[in-house]
């Protein structure tokens, strides 16, 4: 009887000591830690070393969180849950990218379209005399075409004035409707001299020769004969 009375009284101690805060424990709600802002690396260890798991939801572009930081979670920070709850978070991509676009030997306001399409601003425009690039055309575009930049930032523009000595170069106008081809010479300080003719097979409108050729090199103020479909 007094070993069967021991033993009895060990199994209570046991029971009260061991099995019955494991039993309430395996119930018990924990604070959730405060992951945001953390790198997800540092994040997943905090959560994994507090018992609880980790995994990333999902990425989003960020103009104001860096790259690989926490951008939020679910369970929010200091809510209660049990232990080998899932944390899931989302992480900051950075912000969004633009790529500079390659504008040069294009129009000014072409150029602007393009780096307005490809999320960026542009800021300085500076002229520059060009032997080679008509004026009103796009020399170089800074930084220089392909670079990575974070969208909204701004890109300078180098625009042509045309050839410092009076002579300027016949740009390559077939192709092109004829009022936009007629525009382009009348930038550069050339005529325009458009003769309508019909060809079935062209677009309406478009230019399919021109005289002088592209390339040719002329004063200011003289003319350039363009042929321009008419199917009216």
């Not at 209570?12 to 099995?19: E, M, N, P, S, T």
């Not at 399409?117 to 800074?142: F, H, K, T, W």
């Not at 670079?147 to 077939?174: C, D, Q, R, W, Y």
Request: aromatic content about 4%.
């Amino acid at each position: 009887m007094a070993i069967f009375s021991i033993g009895a009284v060990l199994g209570l101690i046991f029971f009260d000591r061991v099995a019955m805060p494991i039993v309430i424990g395996s119930g018990k709600a924990y604070p959730i830690p405060n992951l945001v802002g953390m790198t997800s690396e540092d994040a997943r260890e905090l959560a994994l070393s507090q018992g609880f798991r980790f995994k990333i939801s999902r990425q989003e572009f960020s103009s104001e969180v860096p790259a690989n930081r926490v951008l939020s979670q679910i369970p929010k920070a200091q809510s209660l849950a049990k232990k080998r709850r899932t944390i899931r978070v989302v992480v900051s991509k950075g912000g969004i990218k633009a790529v500079v676009p390659d504008v040069r030997k294009r129009l000014l306001r072409q150029a602007k379209i393009a780096v307005e399409d490809a999320r960026l601003v542009v800021g300085e425009v500076e002229n520059q005399y060009s032997d080679s690039i008509p004026s009103g055309m796009v020399i170089d575009i800074i930084p220089s075409p392909g670079e990575t930049l974070s969208a909204g930032a701004s890109v300078k523009l180098i625009v042509s004035m045309g050839a410092e000595s009076g002579l300027v170069t016949v740009p390559n106008l077939v192709g092109m409707q004829g009022d936009e081809a007629c525009k382009t010479l009348h930038q550069i300080g050339l005529k325009c001299i458009p003769v309508k003719r019909r060809i079935p097979t062209i677009t309406d409108g478009e230019v399919f020769k021109q005289d002088p050729p592209p390339g040719t090199a002329l004063y200011r103020g003289n003319g350039v004969k363009i042929m321009v479909n008419n199917l009216r």
